[in-house]
Every structure is written in C-alpha cells, then in structure tokens.
C-alpha cells in the first residue's frame, strides 16, 4: 500500500483502530460520521472479525442492537456517544426512527465461520430485526416498503429524483429529505411503519432484507417479494442477485458501457443522464456494494466476474486511500477518508 507503506491488511487494521470509540463501535469516519450506522457496523464486525479482533467484532454487534425496540425494530444511527445529538430532528433520543439494510444477519454468519463463539442472544435480536421488517413494512402483493430514502443506505441517489421538486439539486433535496423525516408515521415505540409522502419499494433493500433473512434461517419467499428492475439504473439494482437465479445481472458489473470501470462498478450506469462520477451517490465507485456484488458473483460461480469485481475494489481502496467512494474510472478519493467500510478490501483480499 503506497499511502501506508504497509500491506492490505496491517493498513485496515490500523484504520479501524484509529476508528474505533470507547462505546463500543467504529465511527465510519470520526470527524463526519462520529456515530454508529447500522449496516455500517454490521460490515466493520466482519472486518474486525477477519482481522484478528473477535472481542471488537462482537463488541460492535452488541452496539447495534443497544437501540433495538422491544417489536424489533433497528434504528439506522445509534447516539451512545451522545444521546441527545441530533434529538429534536428525530423527536426522541438516543437513535434515529427510521432503519438501514440488514446486514446483520450477514455479519453473524460470517463471525460464525470464522468460529467466533456468538451468544444466542445475538441470533435472537436479529431475527427480531427482520421479523419486524417482514411484518412491519409488508404491504399489497408482497411488497416491502422503505418510508425515507435514507433507509436503502444509497442516499442521493437518482432513484429519488421524483421527490425532488423543482429538478435535483444538492440544496433542494437536502430540504426533501428532512420533510420526509417529519412525515414520518411512528409506532408506540416511535419507529417509523408508514410515510403517506414516501413509501418504495426498493430493490436493494428487499433483496438484502430477503438474504439476510435467509442467512438467519427465516423464510421470506411466502411473505415478500424481490424486485428486479427491467433495466438496472444503479448498482444497487443488481443485489436481487443475492436471492434470486439472476446471475445475468452480474454482468452489468463489468460491463465497461454500464457499469464496468477500472475502480468501480461505478454506482449509476453511465448512459443514465444523472450519471456524475464527481458527485455524491451520482456515479462514484462505493465500497460496500462492491463488496456486495462480489458476494453475488462468488454465489453463482461467476469466477470471471467475481476476480473484476474483487480486484477494482481493491484498487480503489489503495488508489484513495481507504475513502468512503471514489471516481470509478481514477480512483480518486472522494467523501470521508479513511472510511471503516473500506477495510472490506481485506476480507475480499483474504478470499482470494
């Protein structure tokens, strides 16, 4: 690693160590993102699992659930650290009332595999978390629902456009999605059910709600379904791959004329006309869903992909130095550096 002058693995370890906080988690990045995010947490416990720290990767898997609700219910950030931050945007304190993917049923398995002794109580809460879901946001024809964009982890992604009044712009949808927040309908416990303003089904979501669900050993195929767009938009839309006989998908990854780039996939195709490789949730390369594509390919047995999609990420990572994104085609370091999500690199490097 030439920022580092270490190999992979030293390199991520030491990032996740300088992320790592007295309560009991990884910020993503201390100075933007000083909180914990759920399926932020759930991929740093399987970092931390890889690399040698079983105690850290439980310890983070515990946080996740400090702020479980008794139903189930699994908020997206966790205030440990400061319990009143951000308070009157939410309404309550101490975590947020919306979600994120599940991917904890995910980073249980993987500690398993790796025989890490995880307690039942962990199993327990987990399926909770997607019970919930599978009851909670369940609609007609087995649709799951997300009720904030920021629930489908992909923020400012051009799939929301629609809500954006007026044209996309960083400045107006920034105002959408906190009017989205207030929309919000809250159960007793004050977590989000419904928004009569917003309320999509999501093909990453669903797909990574259906998989993690699977791991855990709960059926989903009888009470939701996993939509695939006709035509992806995003590289999110290619995770239906994760459950369902669609390995054709996988091809858009690398594909260079959609998807495919050196240091991607890039997150938006490049013949979509929002596609902006400079901007945030536009176009650049993320992590975390290279990560998943590749999860997708290794699933199906599409050796060739799996090797493009696991060597990108891993260029990517050295090329920006463990950054939250990066522009898929240079590698250049976008957003927050480091960020922990980053040091998947090493899991994906360990497999080979």
Known sequence: MARYGVDLRTAARSVLDTLWQPAGYTAPNTAVYPFQWLWDSCFHAVCWAELGRPDRALAELHSVFRWQSPGGFVPHIGYQADPNAHGSFWGRTGASTITQPPMYGHALVELERRNIAVPEELWVKARLGVEWLLLQRARDAGAIVICHPWESGCD????????????????????????????????????????????????????????????????????????????????????????????????????PLVFGAEFGPAGVRRDDPAFDPDTYWRGPAWPQLSYLVWLAARRHGRSAVTASVGASLLAGVERSGFAEHWHPDTGTAQGAVPQGWSALAAVVQSAG
Do not use: I, Y
Not at 169 to 191: I, P, T
């Open 156 to 255: 400012d992604s051009p799939q929301w456009d629609a809500w954006c009044r007026g044209g996309w712009s960083r400045e107006r949808w920034r105002a959408v999605k906190g009017e989205l927040v207030a929309s919000l309908v809250l159960d007793g416990d004050g977590n989000a059910v419904a928004n009569p303003r917003f309320e999509v089904e999501s093909p990453c979501f669903s797909a990574l709600l259906a998989w993690n669900a699977e791991l855990l050993g709960v059926p989903w195929h009888e009470r939701m379904r996993v939509p695939v767009p006709a035509r992806p938009r995003t590289v999110d839309d290619l995770l239906p791959a994760l459950v369902l006989d669609r390995a054709d998908l996988l091809d858009l990854a690398v594909d």
